[in-house]
């Protein structure tokens, strides 16, 4: 049973992870520091997509699966959970770099907007440096 509740858990982390470096640059805009959690998971992200390399997450919930007595899956988390659901049936390598495209453009677009940001209010004058002091 435990195992069970760990193979759900790593399943719920693994999601996380893949929407927190899809959907990541937003958070950024609200909180820049998190832009050095993001980078790394980005490029993580992005190289799985292109490598077509398993994360590691993937053969860890597959043990949990197995050793709670459930069937494990063959493939990467996105071809077996969320690709049914985007995609017909099939994960190819040309799909793989493509979804890799897309979150790397997402993810620019939204550090163009940070980048925009930071250099709109670096430009911009204070209310304090108007006034002068008595």
Known sequence: MIYGI???????CHLAFILFVVL???LVLR???????????LCWG?????SGAICPLTPLENRLRQLAGETGYEG???????????????????????LGLAVAAINLVMYAVVLYRLRRARHRPTAAAGRRSP
Do not use: N
Request: zero cysteines; glycine letters at 10%.
């Open 76 to 98: 990467s988390f996105i071809g077996h959970y969320l690709l049914p659901l985007i995609y017909p049936p099939g994960l190819t390598a040309e799909m793989q770099v493509v």
């Open 6 to 12: 760990l193979g759900d858990a790593v399943l719920l």
């Open 24 to 26: 990541g640059g937003l």
């Open 31 to 41: 909180h820049r520091l998190l832009l050095l959690l993001h980078l790394p998971a």
């Open 46 to 50: 992005v190289y799985i997509e292109f």
